[in-house]
């Protein structure tokens, strides 16, 4: 079955970094979109960043454009995010998630809602402290 397994949970002061890795399994991870997701307490999912199967695209939320950078290793089945000049806003856990269909075409508009995406980690907690 597929398995999405975040890693890089951390507590940083604002204006550190942080990256966050998630670690595929069980799927043509090579072929499919990947995206990003974060949880506040007391919010909804929210976007934060897709990048296709090849990687040559990516897409960001207004929130983290200029300061996080979404990427991936397809020969470690591996999808990054990293994440500069934080801020306490961007407190949350992050979500890993996988489309899943193989070479679907990159539509920014379908892959910044959760519903374009059938698999997701359990989550890793990031808090940036004032």
């Known amino acids: 079955q597929v398995q999405l397994v975040e890693s890089g949970e951390g507590l940083v002061q604002a204006g550190g970094s942080l990256r966050l890795s998630c670690a595929a399994s069980g799927l043509a991870f090579s072929s499919t979109v990947m995206g990003w997701f974060r949880q506040a307490p007391g919010k909804e999912r929210e976007f934060v960043a897709a990048?296709?199967?090849?990687?040559?695209?990516?897409y960001y939320a207004d929130s983290v454009k200029g300061r996080f950078t979404v990427s991936r290793d397809n020969a470690k089945n591996t999808v990054y995010l990293q994440m500069n000049t934080l801020e306490p806003a961007d407190t949350a856990v992050y979500y890993c998630?996988?489309?899943?269909?193989?070479?679907?075409?990159?539509?920014?508009?379908?892959?910044?809602?959760?519903?374009?995406?059938?698999?997701w980690g359990q989550g890793t907690q990031v808090t940036v402290s004032s």
């Open positions: 998630a996988a489309n899943g269909i193989r070479f679907r075409p990159f539509d920014p508009n379908y892959f910044s809602k959760r519903g374009g995406y059938p698999y």
């Open positions: 990048i296709s199967w090849s990687g040559s695209s990516t």
